[in-house]
Structure formats: C-alpha cells, structure tokens
Nanobody, 116 residues
Framework: QVQLMESGGGLVQAGSSLNLSCAAS????????MAWFRQAPGKEREFLAS????????YFGDSVEGRFAISRDTVNNTVSLQMSNLRPEDTGIYYC?????????WGQGAQVTVSS
C-alpha cells in the first residue's frame, strides 16, 4: 500500500522561505506523477505543482509559479516543495499526492501558516 508522509510545515513570516518534504513508500514510483496541493480554510483543494517521477517534467499552478519549485529524489523516494516569498494567502494545509494513472494517494497533510 502506497503511503505518503509530509513534513516541514510550520509558522513563518511573509517573505520567508520554507521547504516541505514528502516521503513515499509502499510502491514503485517510476511511472507516477507526484504533486502538491493546498487547502486553505473554507476553500477547495488547489493544485500547486507536479513532477513526473521518471523524467522530472514539472508544472505549476498560476498562484505559485515563479515562487515555488518542486523536485524529487529517486534514491530516497522523496518529493520536495521549495517555497519562497511566502504570502499570508499561502496559508493552508499542504498535501502530497501520488498519481499512478489509475488511482491517486494522499498524505495526511502539513500545516503552513504565513503571518503578515
């Protein structure tokens, strides 16, 4: 069973940087697409960034392009989200997602709070 575990959330000030990590286990991920989503209070879950496990192709949501980066470590089975120039509107629960092409898996989420 695929399991995803996020880490690295916390409370930061606006303008700061923060890195999130997602440890993936229980599967063979070479055909997967890994992604990060965010859910702010009272809002729907929002796509932030994705990366293909095999080729490293990346895509970003409009709200984070140019500020966030995504990377994967195929040796340690981790996916990272590097966030810079954080804004109060980046506050929310950040979820790691793994998509196999047939089904998706979610982590439990990590809280990120950006104070103004």
């Amino acid at each position: 069973q695929v399991q995803l575990m996020e880490s690295g959330g916390g409370l930061v000030q606006a303008g700061s940087s923060l890195n999130l990590s997602c440890a993936a286990s229980g599967g063979t991920f070479k055909s997967y697409v890994m992604a990060w989503f965010r859910q702010a209070p009272g809002k729907e879950r929002e796509f932030l960034a994705s990366i293909s496990w095999s080729g490293g192709n990346t895509y970003f949501g409009d709200s984070v392009e140019g500020r966030f980066a995504i990377s994967r470590d195929t040796v340690n089975n981790t996916v990272s989200l590097q966030m810079s120039n954080l804004r109060p509107e980046d506050t929310g629960i950040y979820y790691c997602n793994a998509w196999s092409g047939a089904r998706g898996y979610w982590g439990q989420g990590a809280q990120v709070t950006v104070s103004s």
